[in-house]
């Protein structure tokens, strides 16, 4: 991640001077942070994404996936942040509420997807808990390298999948690796294995 702004920005401020087209970027703690994701790490949100579609399409449900949905959380102390999960997905009739503008949403989306980086805990505890705070009603952590602390893989560490549902506002969590069916409350009859989201991302076998 890198930093590419000193002044405190505001939420607003943040959309009006988001580069666009220059990659994708976030704001903590009142500055534009840019997420530079390895291509094995867009594999995986790639794979998600066409995962998801296929399911949105199967059942006839009406979502948009997409790698680009900016939501604006806050954090404990009242801190506005502009989050752009690794994938996202919202019902179609809140994005296309007011399409003339900016692609942030304030609202909750339905599911949140963050696939793992070198900074883990901010999947793992800042974005778990902006998530909850802002009603996300399922949020995927996938850890596909097993980057997290021993106390979260395991001893030896494995990738893994953490999946929070939110119940009576706060998140419950299950975790899946290997061929478990990794279950899902906005999809509940997704046939996906953690080990079929894994393979998408050959980097893991080294």
């Given amino acids: 991640m890198t930093l590419t ?3 405190k920005l505001t939420f607003l401020e943040f959309l009006e001077q988001y580069p666009d087209g220059f990659g994708q970027y976030e704001l903590v703690n009142g500055e534009l942070v840019k997420a530079e994701p390895t291509r094995a790490h867009k594999n995986v949100a790639r794979f998600l994404v066409r995962c998801f579609d296929r399911e949105s399409d199967r059942l006839n449900l009406d979502y948009i996936v997409d790698k680009d ?3 604006k959380t806050i954090t404990q102390e009242g801190e506005e942040r502009g989050r752009n999960p690794d994938v996202g997905m919202v019902k179609a009739e809140i994005w296309n509420s ?4 900016y ?3 304030t609202e909750p989306i339905q599911l949140a997807v963050e696939v793992v980086s070198t900074n883990w805990e901010d999947d793992y505890i800042d974005k778990r808990d902006e998530y909850q705070r802002l009603g996300i009603p399922e949020y995927w ?3 596909y390298l097993a980057i997290g602390s021993r106390t979260l893989l395991g001893n030896p560490k494995r990738p ?3 999946v929070y549902q939110l119940v009576e506002g706060e998140y419950q969590v299950q975790s899946f690796t290997g061929s478990d069916r990794i279950v899902s409350s906005t999809f ?3 046939e996906l294995t953690c080990d079929q989201v894994f393979a998408s991302s ?3 076998e080294l």
Avoid: H, Q
């Avoid at 007011?98 to 503008?101: D, E, H, L, Y």
């Fill in 103 to 105: 692609g942030a949403l």
């Fill in 202 to 204: 050959p980097i893991r």
């Fill in 69 to 71: 949905i900016i939501i």
């Fill in 188 to 190: 509940p009859e997704l």
């Fill in 5 to 7: 702004a000193t002044n």
């Fill in 141 to 143: 952590i996938v850890d």
């Fill in 98 to 101: 007011n399409v003339r503008t």
């Fill in 160 to 162: 893994k999948i953490f």
